[in-house]
């Protein structure tokens, strides 16, 4: 292509330097230093997407981050697309692949176009009234609808093949924004010596430097100064400058995420360098300094590709030495696009007109555009556009004592457009800084702020490079102050200085039916002015509601250019000012920001930990299959010989009823409790008694919350009269401590106990059945195993296998059962020993899929399972655990609170299913009555719900109100396709009368 | 992010250090049972739920262990002091006017 827009040898791009991309498969050439806009710019192409809701042809309205239209897909390879990415922000590079977005099925010729016509069938709001009527148009009308028309941009399928960084900085002083204003704070700060920081998402410094080549400072072309600013600051070695770095959110204490885009500008990025890295700064102080956002005019085809800010042309000229077009048409309520059409003027650009809604311009301007050859239209309005892919004219007004006059038609290929100025104060939203109207500036400036912060510049309303750089100055130096640092405050002599004022304006006006004019507001999300109008006439009055209503500013450019707009149309709508209607809430990220920058390198492996015991490796080597519990990886079950999950588990079961079974216990939490009144403080904190607990004897212990409901289990031994060694349930083990350490240092610190988590101190070995008192009795040394001299429910410290133990004699399956508790480095030695003692006794390993059913058989509770945070010891048919004698524990003055003395609670129960081959699905509801008309009143839910092996038949536990008074009563639980039914009974299926733990 | 100063190690540090743990000077009635099922109910459940100043708990949990008292500010979300456990309600009408 010719690039017949580009100015030789003008601008900051390297015009010795092609660069060739391709833009929907055609090859474009740019330059070194070009964006994906001003490449295509400078090839005349302004037409890059279509429209969101209506489909309409859009080009490049910006040339900054905040573009709302010229959104693109671009991509490097597989997994490395990345859509809407800004044209106005990507760099170019050799090979760079760049798709238009939201087009079918080509960007000339678009299907959904069709919608443009249709306009009126899709106002605001179309979304809540549209779709809810009537409900069977759902699946094949709307949702395919909304899916066809949401057309932002396709995301890939693929993993995203690249890594991404992450870092802390502590700074004194972040400036954002290279602008003049920042450039003048970073050489205040820097010159100090406070260690200074100064950011900017462009891959240059300079801000409206660049695009103000013709300024002088200090005697020196604007470009001359800004290289020897940069190259101060380089020198200074307390200064950091980060270009292509976007400050996406400010937080509390200043705290500020930085986002630094690293290879997306590169044709070859070195092997294996992160994508982006995400700072997370903490700056003593903070100056923000990110100058203002221009704003675009409310007309009828203000949207067509062609029309743009003022601003943006003169970026792109002075920048990228590229010409918007060869024949422009302004359209102003400010000065500062008088100066753009001036600048374009001067480079070749035949300027029509300048249109100015305001009736009086300083004779400066009209007198220099005159002698431009420039027509000066002051007092004039523009009341619509031609043009089907780019504009091709525009129709002007007179504007007499609120009259619009007779239009005419000016023939142009680029319109640019300035409502006047926006601070950029997003940053300055995030922190819950106020911001208060100034009518002079006709702008929303900063108020009162929340955080060590300056604001600079253009941000606070002033205009000009000069009173950029003072003020910039002035914050910088204040910022050093702030940070103990003596700093100066520099002067700067600036020429050729163009400062100039506005007005604030509202949709221009026309001679035309308003109703029907596409005069738009939010570009991205294509919402008019109609359609603020129009929620207003519906009755929303709350900024807020308007914003959500019409989806004015939800886009993602969190309406940098059209929030003012909307919100000085919704004022007029609501007969109010603009500041008693206010303005939405800006929110981080500043800019659309990859999920990958902010995950950083908490992915795969790294998302969590994976806790592991010290046997994992030897499960691992049998080929266990694993599940996760609270971090761990535990064992589920051991296939052998190419067994299913069903008769793995049930081979398990077989072996620990009839001979015996192994089991890696050692994720139970564990908590050394010790000190004079660790029984005292027991005696608070469980429901049971432990005062007059013998040493060498363990308990059953229950834990409630203050409100009555269980909390958590786990069996409690006491090891001497100081000393107790306390179990708690996998997942609870950290929230237990917590909450005894809570009690002991907030309501009892009073009392003389040390608590100490020693989960991962100890491996567990689990040996439980028939044969287990015969497999361990041989290694075991110091301690006689027979049931008379250490009976259930009996621990002691002696040596097993060589070492040094703490031996219980406790059952979670209602068979004879022991837990070795081992230091865990000895954890898988003990394990491998009992292995081999057991071989001639049918020893299994076995999983926790096992050790649920094995429980569950004896009706045991699994805490979190079979309670959900509002089941007592009574709903458990846990009473018994309840110490009688006891005056006070955690929670025992709940369990008289009028709702938990009630009848009709919800109570444990066991559930046979009339076909016992039936495994009952865990959390299905439970009804009286399948016959009732919908909604059916459910009376409860299964709560675990297995095959048992040793009944030859499944079981069940469930929650159900009044459970243990309906015993032998036959509910039902309706099913998808069928009802099925079931018999309550005891929760205690095998072995009842606990005969197995008597041997 | 939040910095927080733990008045038990006497250090200000990232948010992640800590966790929140409720309102402050919500004491455990030292015999519940005697009390009435309204009276229990409130200590329960019923909290001051402010706008602006709130007396609340947290503990180093990643750090030293301690649970501690603060004052902060339900809008602004920043603290106004940390103090220890045990220690009465500071009055911070009288601690600002003694600062100015
Ligand atoms: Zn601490």
């Not at chain 1, 510049?457 to 702030?482: E, F, T, V, Y």
């Not at chain 1, 129960?909 to 009143?937: F, S």
């Amino acid at each position: 292509m010719t690039q017949a827009f580009r100015i030789p040898g003008a601008g900051r791009v390297d015009h010795a330097k092609p660069v060739r991309f391709t833009f929907d498969g055609k090859t474009v050439e740019g330059r070194e230093g070009d964006t994906v806009a001003s490449a295509l710019l400078a090839n005349g192409i302004h037409l890059l997407g279509r429209s969101f809701k209506y489909h309409r042809p859009r080009g490049i309205v910006s040339a900054g981050s905040e573009e709302p239209n010229a959104l693109v897909g671009t991509s490097r390879g597989p997994g490395r697309s990345e859509p809407n990415t800004r044209a106005t922000m990507q760099e170019v590079w050799d090979g760079l692949t760049v798709e238009s977005q939201n087009r079918w099925p080509g960007l000339d010729f678009d299907v959904g176009a069709i919608n443009d016509r249709f306009g009126r069938f899709l106002p605001a709001g179309f979304y809540y009234k549209t779709f809810m009527w009537p409900r069977s148009f759902w699946d094949k009308v709307y949702e395919p609808f909304i899916r066809r028309a949401a057309g932002l941009g396709r995301s890939p399928t693929e993993p995203d093949p690249d890594h991404y960084a992450s870092r802390h900085l502590h700074c004194d002083v972040l400036v954002v924004g290279s602008g003049p204003a920042g450039l003048a704070a970073a050489l205040s700060a820097g010159r100090s010596g406070a260690q200074t920081v100064l950011v900017d998402e462009h891959a240059e410094m300079g801000g409206t430097l660049l695009s103000e080549p013709g300024v002088r400072i200090d005697g020196q072309g604007a470009w001359g100064w800004l290289d020897a600013a940069l190259a101060e600051l380089r020198g200074l070695p307390n200064v950091r400058l980060m270009t292509r770095t976007t400050a996406i959110g400010y937080y509390h204490q200043n705290m500020v995420g930085l986002c630094q885009k690293l290879t997306d500008h590169m044709a070859a990025p070195p092997e294996g360098a992160p994508r982006e890295r995400l700072w997370r700064v903490r700056a003593g102080q903070v100056v923000l300094a990110q100058g203002a956002i221009e704003k675009p005019l409310v007309f009828d085809g203000n949207d067509r590709p062609g029309v743009m800010l003022a601003g943006a042309a003169r970026t792109f000229l002075h920048r990228f030495g590229v010409k918007v077009g060869h024949r422009a048409v302004v359209v102003t309520s400010h000065d500062s696009a008088w100066h753009a059409a001036f600048d374009l003027a001067r480079a070749g650009v035949a300027v029509a007109a300048v249109v100015d809604v305001r009736p009086e311009v300083s004779r400066v301007l009209t007198g220099q555009a005159e002698a431009l050859g420039i027509e000066v239209l002051t007092g004039h309005t523009v009341t619509g556009t031609t043009g089907r892919l780019r504009v091709a004219s525009v129709r002007v007004n007179p504007v007499r004592g609120g009259r619009v006059g007779a239009g005419r038609t000016i023939a142009c290929d680029a319109l640019l457009m300035c409502g006047g100025w926006t601070p950029s104060l997003h940053l300055f939203s995030h922190t819950k800084g106020s911001l208060a109207w100034d009518a002079g500036a006709g702008a929303f400036l900063p108020d009162r702020k929340t955080e060590e912060c300056e604001i600079a510049g253009a941000g606070r309303g002033l205009w000009g490079i000069a009173a950029a750089l003072d003020d910039g100055a002035k914050a910088g130096a204040a910022a050093a102050k702030a940070m103990g640092r003596v700093a100066g405050v520099g002067t700067f002599a600036v020429e050729a200085d163009r400062t100039g004022d506005g007005v604030v304006v509202k949709e221009l006006p026309t001679d035309r039916n308003a109703g029907l004019a596409k005069a738009f507001i939010d570009f991205q999300n294509d919402v008019t002015a109609k359609d603020i109008r129009l929620a207003v006439r519906e009755g929303m009055r709350s900024i807020e509601h308007v914003k959500r209503y019409t989806t004015n500013g939800m886009a993602t450019d969190q309406g940098k250019l059209s929030n003012i707009n909307g919100l000085m149309i919704a004022a007029d709508a609501l007969g109010k000012e603009a500041p008693q209607v206010g303005l939405t809430t800006f929110r981080p990220p500043y800019t659309p920001t990859t999920f990958g920058a902010l995950a950083g390198y908490h992915k795969g492996s790294h998302f969590e930990v994976t806790r592991r015991t010290p046997i994992d490796a030897w499960a691992e080597a049998q080929g266990a299959v694993f599940e996760p519990v609270a971090l761990w990886r535990r064992a589920w079950y051991f296939p052998q010989f190419g067994e299913d999950m069903h008769a793995a588990v049930a081979r398990e079961c077989r072996a620990v009823r009839t001979q015996v079974g192994m089991f890696d216990a050692s994720t139970l939490g564990k908590i050394e409790v010790v000190g004079p009144d660790a029984a005292a403080f027991l005696e608070r904190m469980y429901t049971n008694p432990w005062a007059r607990l013998q040493p060498g004897r363990c308990r059953y212990g229950l834990l409630l919350g203050e409100d009555g409901f269980i909390r958590d289990d786990g069996v409690i031994g006491r090891l001497a009269d100081d000393k107790f060694h306390v179990t708690t349930t996998t997942g609870g083990a950290a929230r237990v401590l917590n909450m005894m350490e809570d009690y002991l240092q907030t309501e009892w610190p009073d009392l003389d106990v040390w608590l100490t988590s020693t989960t991962e101190q100890w491996a567990v070995v689990a040996l439980q059945g028939p044969n287990a008192r015969t497999v361990l009795e041989p290694l075991v040394e110091g301690l006689d195993l027979s049931d008379a001299a250490f009976p259930h429910m009996a621990v002691a410290e002696c040596t097993v296998a060589g070492f040094p133990a703490r031996l219980f004699r406790v059952s979670f399956t209602g068979e004879l059962g022991f837990e070795v508790n081992v230091p865990a480095r000895h954890g898988l030695a003990l394990w491998e020993a009992i292995w081999a003692a057991g071989q001639p006794h049918g020893i299994t390993a076995y999983g926790t899929e096992t050790m649920h059913i094995l429980r569950a058989e004896k009706g045991f509770i699994l805490v979190g399972q079979d309670t959900d945070g509002t089941v007592t010891p009574g709903d458990a048919g846990l009473d018994w655990a309840i110490g009688k004698q006891k005056k006070d524990f955690v929670g025992k003055r709940s369990l008289q609170r009028p709702d938990i003395v009630a009848k009709g609670r919800k109570q444990l129960v066991g559930l046979l299913t009339e076909d016992p081959k039936v495994v009952l699905e865990e959390g299905a509801q439970i009804v009286a009555d399948p016959n009732q008309p919908l909604p059916m009143t459910m009376i409860g839910h299964v709560t675990s719900s297995y095959w048992s092996e040793a009944m030859g038949r499944s079981i069940a536990m469930a929650l159900i109100e009044g459970g243990r008074d309906r015993m032998g009563e036959v509910l039902h639980i309706p099913m998808p396709g069928r009802t099925l039914r079931a018999t309550v009974a005891a929760a205690n299926f095998v072995d009842p009368d606990g005969l197995r733990l008597k041997v | 992010m939040l910095l927080i100063h733990c008045p038990y190690c006497d250090e200000t540090l990232p948010e992640p250090e800590f966790t929140y743990a409720g309102e402050a000077h919500v004491a455990r009635p030292a015999d519940p049972m005697a009390l009435s099922d309204e009276e229990w109910r409130d200590f329960l459940f019923v909290r001051s739920n402010p706008r602006g100043t709130h007396y609340e708990r947290w503990r180093h949990i990643n750090g030293c262990g301690r649970f501690f008292n603060a004052i902060r500010d339900t809008v602004t979300d920043k603290f106004a002091m940390t103090y220890r456990a045990g220690e009465p309600r500071p009055n911070l009408d009288a601690l600002k006017e003694a600062a100015e």
